[in-house]
């Protein structure tokens, strides 16, 4: 560790060397690598002119309260096995970020497995993650298609209700223009449309891969589940269920179904669902003022309340005066005196993401204040749960 480490772009053939650095980290290729290259901010440390970390970044909008707030979304990201243990991670991470935040992102995202260490570094999960299992046959017999008609291939229309669909909730991602070609690469995903047949407005879009099965037939991963109503939701069930001929299991990756049990509510028996844990995706406030600034907020909200949050090193607290109205918010210094409300900066990055759905909640996750007050607080952001629908 005596020789400097130099934080640069990945150009030319440090690429390929990052590319190599990545499959011998995760023990497999990563194929986003190459997919996203001339895409996204590709940042690498270099020691004695090797490779030694590196990590891909892109800036966009994720959505809180209905407003896309600017953010920055880093993926692959990897450490030289022979590296691990000095703190390169962090400062990997740290070297990512900066030049999203320079370009405005005031929040930043992540999918991680390594979720206590990512704790220490200021992150923090506001949702858990699975994957969802459920026999073809299952769907096939439960659920009734109706009279919507079903296109392949993504229409703007299509992509218009996607987007309209995703402002409804907290930590969806405003997709950048490359993002379905992006997808369509990487997982060889279809798209399947669903149009209402009374209305004839789009209604659903489902999207999905297969593989073969290691077995018999093939394997059919769910990635992007929109449906506009239960109606339509019901239909793209069906939909999946008529491939039960060739597919056992559909699998839905953590990022399609919304947090709502609609297959439990609904399948004869539980015992048809399995789940299985998945690291999930973690939150970090890079700007506590612009963040509140450029969020979204109900435009029936009219609150004035002092809070304290703890500061990035959890050395001490920071005091503000948070003041919502008609749809805007603003997070001011204030004196320690005017503060109902104590936050560490773990809790209020759950607060702000929508994570805490009642005040009992907040209680038990640790959350300090005097009753009316937090009961107040925890108002201003439960009406969106906590969603993010792209894994990078």
């Not at 229309?157 to 990487?186: I, V």
């Not at 048809?272 to 995706?281: F, G, R």
């Not at 109205?325 to 993401?353: D, I, N, S």
Request: with cysteine.
């Amino acid at each position: 560790m005596s020789e400097r480490t130099l934080f640069i772009q990945a150009e030319r053939g440090l690429l390929d060397d990052y590319d190599a650095l990545a499959t011998r980290s995760y023990g497999h290729p990563v194929p986003a690598i190459r997919q996203l290259a001339g895409r996204v901010d590709t940042r690498i440390a270099v020691r004695g002119g090797k490779v030694v970390a590196g990590g891909l970044g892109f800036l966009t909008g994720q959505h809180f309260g209905g407003r896309p707030v600017p953010t920055a979304c880093l993926g692959s990201g990897c450490v030289a096995p022979e590296e691990r243990g000095e703190h390169l991670a962090h400062r990997m991470l740290e070297e990512r970020i900066r030049p999203l935040r320079e370009q405005g992102a005031v929040l930043a995202t992540v999918w991680t497995a390594l979720t206590k260490y990512a704790r220490r570094m200021g992150w923090q999960a506001p949702a858990p993650a699975a994957t969802w299992q459920v026999p073809a046959d299952a769907l096939r017999s439960t659920f009734d298609p109706g009279a919507f008609r079903i296109e392949h291939g993504a229409t703007l229309a299509g992509e218009q209700l996607q987007a309209e669909l995703a402002r409804a909730w907290n930590g969806t991602l405003a997709r950048p223009r490359w993002w379905n070609a992006f997808l369509t690469e990487h997982h060889g995903a279809h798209t399947y449309e669903f149009t209402n047949p009374v209305s004839h407005a789009p209604a659903g879009q489902l999207t999905l891969a297969t593989t073969r099965h290691p077995e018999r037939g093939a394997q059919l991963t769910v990635h992007g589940f929109w449906a506009a109503d239960p109606d339509a939701a019901t239909a793209m069930l069906a939909f999946l269920g008529r491939w039960d001929s060739r597919v056992p299991t559909i699998r839905f990756e953590r990022t399609a179904l919304p947090p709502y049990p609609l297959l439990l509510h609904t399948l004869p028996r539980a015992t048809l669902l399995t789940t299985h844990a998945q690291p999930p995706w973690m939150l970090r406030i890079l700007d506590l003022e612009e963040a509140v600034r450029l969020r979204g907020w109900p435009a029936d909200l009219d609150l004035r309340i002092g809070i304290e949050i703890g500061t990035q090193d959890s050395s001490g607290q920071d005091h503000y005066l948070l003041e919502i109205a008609k749809g805007a918010a603003q997070l001011t210094p204030a004196a320690p005196t005017e503060c109902e409300v104590t936050f560490t900066r773990a809790q209020f990055t759950l607060w702000y993401a929508g994570a805490y759905r009642s005040t009992a909640a907040a209680r038990l996750a640790g959350l300090c204040g005097a009753p009316d007050a937090l009961t107040a607080l925890v108002r201003t952001t439960c009406e969106r749960e906590p969603w993010l629908t792209e894994h990078f």
